[in-house]
């Protein structure tokens, strides 16, 4: 058995250790998610975690994991002996794979059973195992949208059934839930975030010692494994030590009225959704307690705990930046003298009557700022910021007016460095009435903020896709209906596939005719698997025009807009972006594609406008970005969004380049759209002209709502090819 590297030994992660360690203390604080740059030792220390904790009393040889407290009730394999002896082991860390299936996490069929023996038996899944223990998924992010399901089933209910292929099972599975994760790769569903007791933060130091010392450990127990986990076994055991004795003080820590009362304080201040994080927050509390020897909760303790217990659930958007206002905290604690603690309160509990007089004089004392408090924290989020990047003014603001303002609504415009025939056309394209003059020239490579982003529609790609699964369109995937059978897999066995393929070759396979002919003789090539139709993710991808033209007046405010829309279904549907600009005189790629569409969002309000038109470079760049996002993923069907005028001002011939390169890109078959940004009374027509060459719906800007967009996109890409998915046998599909 590989050796795990010591918790103990671990530098430079605090924050971490602690949340690891608060949750030892006390399992019902219900889990912790770990986020994190790459390279910050979130795996090594969860590895790490089971050398430092305590060990279980189990049922000897039961498989579900049975405490002595079980004995006389049933599980899979029937009823427990009153009389069954127990041992002691470890606890477990069972560690989820991102590409696990459904029958592995719950338990399915022992099918060498019951094809060799003709005989029912219920084989235990992952969750089975991790009962009593550690459940760790290292990228949880990445986990399909049907283990997540099942994971929020089983966190909610303590237990698992199974009903399947002839199985009905049901058994507990009471476990903590450990993630890791780095937010460039895509953010967490949020039903699962917020079934994490605590997060984290991570980050690598930037002390040079510390990094130092990081690294010199490392070397150290590369070299000589044993030898380094020895040379700090002694760390362990009082790192162990400590637990066990945290969990004997956790029992007499009491929540004061008081305690609960900042508790409850700190919560309402922050605006969290439901009573979840209250209830969190005091379990943390009270285990930060333990683990300092105390049973008397301080200020301290509900200042760790809110740090931890609260980030995640504060969140409004999905573009939101996680994170705690640390001077807010500070100011929903208050500044008020604790109750005074009692004389016995460091070994034993107070008694009632005297906790409830110093509680209720506290109360008194606390409610003032328990009404001041959420009117104080209303003011401080008075200016908070949209996901688009705009702080949010009441009308009664002094810059409301301001920021309402009619000409270019508020927003600071790109000043357009294109020729004069560009000039002119963006003149002649604003909505000034008569003679009256057109907008003053902004600076050029100024930033314009989105708007609020509305709600779209569904954007499907259509036909039928072999993608990674996911929530836009439809694909084959390991999860949904089942329409027909295919060759085995090694996984999600379609039984009656599997009979009808072994039926005609049983003569010949020596059995005889009837009913008492004897049992099924199978062979590896009758084994079929379920094909499943489900939905699968989709690469979207932005192909935005920034020059000057479209920083006149509005147009780059709507088409963010759009955009962030956009980004918000894709971030619902766990769909991968990206995102292409061109101005001046060349294209970029400004964000790769990518699972986390909270980069998207960063990126794109950054996005400034100004300078030439590049439209052939832009369009050229994108056609690489999908080439080599086809050799990367051959199977993820991607959707071309290009956000233009259709006008083309750098270099020789650059209108006639531009439609030479989007003809090139529409041999590549890809479901595209063009958003025509052109405005205004007269207008020349030319992105309706480039969406012909690319063979793309043409949609106006004015059209450009949760409706209009989406529609369009869906009336497109019905052109998508359809074709018959490999490995389906058609005689077993059915409608």
Same mark, same amino acid.
């Given at each position: 058995?590989?050796?795990?590297?010591?918790? +103990? &030994?671990?530098?430079?992660?605090?924050?971490?250790? =602690?949340?690891?360690?608060? /949750?030892?203390?006390?399992?019902?604080? %219900?889990?912790? =998610?770990?986020?994190?740059?790459?390279?910050?030792?979130? +795996?090594?220390?969860?590895?790490?975690?089971?050398?430092?904790?305590?060990?279980?009393?189990?049922?000897?040889?039961?498989?579900?994991?049975?405490?002595?407290?079980?004995?006389? @009730?049933?599980?899979?394999?029937?009823? #427990?002996?009153?009389?069954?002896?127990?041992?002691?082991?470890?606890?477990?860390?069972?560690?989820?794979?991102?590409?696990?299936?459904?029958?592995?996490?719950?338990?399915?069929?022992?099918?060498?059973?019951?094809?060799?023996?003709?005989?029912?038996?219920?084989?235990?899944?992952?969750? &089975?195992?991790?009962?009593?223990?550690?459940?760790?998924?290292?990228?949880?992010?990445?986990?399909?949208?049907?283990?997540?399901?099942?994971?929020?089933? &089983?966190?909610?209910?303590? !237990?698992?059934?199974?009903? !399947?292929?002839?199985?009905?099972?049901?058994?507990?599975?009471?476990?903590?839930?450990?993630?890791?994760?780095?937010?460039?790769?895509?953010?967490?569903?949020?039903?699962?975030?917020?079934?994490?007791?605590?997060?984290?933060?991570?980050?690598?130091?930037?002390?040079?010692?510390?990094?130092?010392?990081?690294?010199?450990?490392?070397?150290?127990?590369?070299?000589?494994?044993?030898?380094?986990?020895?040379?700090?076994?002694?760390?362990?055991?009082?790192?162990?030590?400590?637990?066990?004795?945290? !969990?004997?003080?956790?029992?007499?820590? $009491?929540?004061?009225?008081?305690?609960?009362?900042?508790?409850?304080?700190?919560?309402? *201040?922050?605006?969290?959704?439901?009573?979840?994080?209250?209830?969190?927050?005091?379990?943390?509390?009270?285990?930060?307690?333990?683990?300092?020897?105390?049973?008397? #909760?301080?200020?301290?303790?509900?200042?760790?705990?809110?740090?931890?217990?609260?980030?995640?659930?504060?969140?409004?958007?999905?573009?939101?930046?996680?994170?705690?206002?640390?001077?807010?905290?500070?100011?929903?604690? %208050?500044?008020?003298?604790?109750?005074?603690?009692?004389?016995?309160?460091?070994?034993?509990?107070?008694?009632?009557?005297?906790?409830?007089?110093?509680?209720?004089? @506290?109360? +008194?004392?606390?409610?003032?700022?328990?009404?001041?408090?959420?009117?104080?924290?209303?003011?401080?989020?008075?200016?908070?910021?949209?996901?688009?990047?705009?702080?949010?003014?009441?009308?009664?603001?002094?810059?409301?007016?301001?920021?309402?303002?009619?000409?270019?609504?508020?927003?600071?415009?790109?000043?357009?460095?294109?020729?004069?025939?560009?000039?002119?056309?963006?003149? &002649?394209?604003?909505?000034?009435?008569?003679?009256?003059?057109?907008?003053?020239?902004?600076?050029?490579?100024?930033?314009?903020?989105?708007?609020?982003?509305?709600?779209?529609?569904?954007?499907?790609?259509?036909?039928?896709?072999? *993608?990674?699964?996911? !929530?836009?369109?439809?694909? #084959?995937?390991?999860?949904?209906?089942?329409?027909?059978?295919?060759?085995?897999?090694?996984?999600?066995?379609?039984?009656?596939?599997?009979?009808?393929?072994?039926?005609?070759?049983?003569?010949?396979?020596? $059995?005889?005719?009837? $009913?008492?002919?004897?049992?099924?003789?199978?062979?590896?090539?009758?084994?079929?698997?379920?094909?499943?139709?489900?939905?699968? @993710?989709?690469?979207?991808?932005?192909?935005?025009?920034?020059?000057?033209?479209?920083?006149?007046?509005?147009?780059?405010?709507?088409?963010?807009?759009?955009?962030?829309?956009?980004?918000?279904?894709?971030?619902?549907?766990?769909?991968?972006?990206?995102?292409?600009?061109?101005?001046? +005189?060349?294209?970029?790629?400004?964000?790769?594609?990518?699972?986390?569409?909270?980069?998207?969002?960063?990126?794109?309000?950054?996005?400034?406008?100004?300078?030439?038109?590049?439209?052939?470079?832009?369009?050229?760049?994108?056609?690489?970005?999908?080439? #080599?996002?086809?050799?990367?993923?051959?199977?993820?069907?991607?959707? =071309?969004?290009?956000?233009?005028?259709?006008?083309?001002?750098?270099?020789?011939?650059?209108?006639?380049? @531009?439609?030479?390169?989007?003809?090139?890109?529409?041999?590549?078959?890809?479901?595209?759209?063009?958003?025509?940004?052109? /405005?205004?009374?007269?207008?020349?027509?030319?992105?309706?002209?480039?969406?012909?060459?690319?063979?793309?719906?043409?949609?106006?800007?004015?059209?450009?709502?949760?409706?209009?967009?989406?529609?369009?996109?869906?009336?497109?890409?019905?052109?998508?090819?359809?074709?018959?998915?490999?490995?389906?046998?058609?005689?077993?599909?059915?409608?």
């Amino acid at each position: 058995m590989p050796l795990h590297y010591p918790f +103990s &030994a671990v530098v430079g992660s605090d924050d971490m250790a =602690l949340a690891l360690t608060l /949750t030892a203390v006390s399992p019902a604080v %219900g889990g912790v =998610l770990i986020r994190g740059e790459k390279g910050t030792a979130k +795996s090594t220390m969860v590895r790490a975690l089971t050398g430092i904790l305590p060990e279980v009393e189990v049922v000897t040889g039961d498989r579900f994991s049975s405490a002595p407290d079980d004995r006389g @009730s049933e599980t899979p394999d029937g009823r #427990i002996p009153h009389d069954a002896p127990t041992e002691r082991r470890p606890v477990r860390l069972v560690e989820l794979p991102i590409g696990v299936s459904e029958d592995r996490i719950t338990g399915s069929l022992h099918l060498e059973s019951a094809l060799a023996d003709g005989v029912t038996v219920f084989q235990p899944g992952l969750l &089975a195992r991790a009962h009593r223990g550690l459940l760790y998924v290292d990228e949880v992010n990445l986990l399909h949208d049907h283990v997540v399901d099942l994971l929020l089933d &089983a966190a909610a209910m303590g !237990r698992v059934t199974v009903e !399947r292929d002839g199985i009905s099972v049901e058994h507990a599975a009471r476990f903590v839930l450990i993630g890791t994760m780095n937010p460039e790769e895509g953010e967490l569903r949020p039903q699962l975030l917020d079934r994490f007791g605590l997060t984290v933060e991570v980050a690598a130091p930037r002390d040079p010692e510390l990094r130092a010392e990081v690294v010199r450990r490392r070397i150290a127990f590369e070299a000589d494994p044993a030898g380094f986990v020895a040379a700090h076994a002694a760390d362990e055991a009082a790192v162990r030590e400590r637990i066990a004795a945290a !969990r004997r003080v956790l029992d007499r820590v $009491r929540l004061t009225p008081w305690a609960l009362s900042t508790i409850a304080r700190v919560c309402a *201040g922050f605006d969290v959704d439901g009573m979840r994080a209250d209830i969190v927050t005091a379990r943390t509390a009270a285990a930060h307690a333990a683990w300092q020897g105390r049973t008397r #909760i301080t200020r301290e303790d509900i200042r760790v705990a809110a740090r931890m217990a609260l980030p995640h659930r504060r969140r409004r958007a999905p573009f939101d930046a996680p994170g705690l206002d640390e001077d807010l905290l500070e100011r929903l604690l %208050g500044d008020d003298d604790e109750p005074d603690p009692d004389p016995r309160d460091e070994t034993a509990p107070a008694d009632d009557a005297e906790q409830s007089e110093s509680a209720d004089e @506290s109360a +008194s004392a606390d409610a003032p700022d328990a009404e001041s408090a959420p009117a104080r924290a209303s003011a401080e989020d008075a200016g908070h910021e949209h996901p688009s990047g705009q702080a949010e003014q009441t009308e009664d603001s002094p810059d409301a007016a301001d920021a309402s303002g009619t000409e270019g609504s508020g927003q600071v415009e790109g000043r357009s460095d294109d020729d004069a025939d560009g000039q002119a056309g963006d003149q &002649a394209g604003d909505d000034t009435p008569g003679d009256a003059p057109g907008p003053t020239p902004p600076e050029p490579g100024t930033v314009t903020a989105a708007a609020a982003p509305y709600r779209t529609r569904l954007l499907a790609v259509a036909g039928t896709g072999q *993608g990674a699964a996911g !929530r836009r369109s439809r694909a #084959i995937t390991s999860t949904g209906r089942r329409i027909g059978a295919g060759a085995f897999t090694g996984a999600d066995l379609h039984l009656p596939a599997t009979i009808r393929s072994a039926a005609p070759q049983q003569s010949a396979r020596g $059995r005889e005719a009837g $009913r008492n002919g004897g049992r099924l003789r199978l062979a590896a090539e009758d084994l079929r698997s379920a094909v499943r139709e489900g939905r699968e @993710s989709n690469l979207v991808l932005f192909c935005v025009d920034a020059s000057g033209s479209m920083a006149a007046r509005t147009r780059m405010e709507q088409v963010k807009t759009a955009i962030l829309s956009l980004l918000l279904d894709a971030y619902r549907r766990r769909d991968k972006v990206g995102l292409v600009t061109f101005r001046g +005189s060349a294209a970029h790629v400004t964000l790769p594609p990518t699972s986390s569409v909270d980069i998207a969002a960063t990126r794109l309000a950054e996005l400034p406008a100004g300078g030439r038109t590049p439209l052939a470079e832009g369009l050229l760049t994108a056609a690489e970005v999908l080439r #080599i996002e086809g050799v990367r993923d051959p199977r993820r069907r991607a959707l =071309l969004v290009v956000v233009t005028d259709g006008r083309a001002t750098h270099g020789p011939d650059a209108l006639a380049r @531009s439609r030479t390169a989007a003809t090139g890109l529409a041999s590549l078959g890809v479901a595209s759209v063009v958003v025509d940004c052109e /405005t205004g009374r007269f207008r020349m027509g030319l992105a309706s002209e480039l969406a012909g060459h690319l063979g793309a719906e043409h949609v106006p800007l004015g059209e450009v709502t949760a409706e209009g967009l989406a529609d369009t996109v869906d009336v497109h890409t019905a052109r998508a090819r359809t074709a018959r998915p490999r490995g389906v046998d058609p005689r077993n599909e059915v409608a």
